[in-house]
């Protein structure tokens, strides 16, 4: 149903699967909800917050072909959206932004998720709180969600951030590995693998419903190439919609969204479910979104990843989400 890993390669190559599909006018009024394209491309990730990709075939017009591609990295995703590869891709907030601020020509225009974050410990580390991680091995993948959530909370627990513990960058996929074989005694991930740690009953949480910090959110967004915006702003107008209706129809379905997923993770239902449920999905993009953005930007620029000033505003691009509000039945 769905395409494998992605690599510009591979989608250059077709290794694409068609989900669904139609034609389009202009209108995107409810009842004329049409696409100016025939077949899109759209990269996302085999994460909670960014499942709403592998489900826009469900409020697709009828004859649009879409293929839906699982990218690795951000890297991946920004470069197949600004070479053309791919129409649409999901990513996080810290990979679009400090593209923007290298001057890289694409926007966000719509929110995609947050959440979806577990700090976890070996039961057999003798760790009961965030204070106990100092100088212990932590594992977290670089330039994160995750990574500046850990920041967070370790300063926040009276440890410094950056000479307090002994950071193990790990991906993400291979962070259960790690823990489980005594590489590191916690690491910070992201969803489902953080469940997925929690349900071999091998591991603590710590700080359970907490990670909704100044910098832990806004998670994941959805961007777009400044050249379709320019220069196709009507299919940048139907993207977005089509992201809010997906949004809306797995706020309402959420156990098709979680059969859809177990299809894509290959993972046991009841990790799905733990994990969907320590995540959050949406679409929309305010000014307290923004400037949790930019709190975003403080904190990679505390942590060396970001040098100079930038006002992230710049980054998104909203004058799409009035209409698409509108024509997925929602006014927020």
Known sequence: MFCGQFSRRSLLAGATVALAGTSFGRALAQSDFKSPVSRLRISTFKEPNYSTGYVLEKVAPPGLTIDVISTSTNSDALDALLSGDTDMSYMGVIAC???????????????????????????????????????????????????????????????DPIKGVNYI??????????????????????????????????????????????????????????????EKPELAQFLTTLHAKATLWSKRNPD?????????????????????DNSAIHYNIDDNYIARAQKVVEALRGANYFAGEFDVGTAFDTRFLPQAREAAGEII
Request: net charge positive.
């Open 256 to 276: 098709e969204l979680v059969k859809t997923f177990l299809q894509i993770t290959r993972m046991k239902e009841d990790v799905v479910r733990l994990a969907m």
């Open 169 to 230: 960058l790990l991906p993400s996929d291979t962070q259960v590995e790690s823990l489980l074989n005594k590489t590191v005694d916690a690491v910070c991930s992201p969803e489902p693998y953080g469940s997925l740690l929690l349900k071999t009953g091998l591991v603590n949480e710590l700080a359970p419903g907490s990670y909704d910090t100044e910098v832990g959110n806004p998670g994941v967004l959805v961007a777009l190439s400044k050249k379709t915006i320019d």
């Open 97 to 159: 932004s400090v593209a923007v601020g290298r001057n890289r020509p694409v926007r966000a225009v719509a929110s995609a998720g947050s959440k979806g974050s577990r700090l976890t410990v070996r039961k057999d580390s003798g760790i009961t709180s965030v204070k106990m991680l100092a100088g212990k091995n932590v594992g977290v993948a670089k330039s994160t969600n995750q990574d500046l959530i850990l920041r967070e909370l370790l300063r926040q627990a009276g440890i």
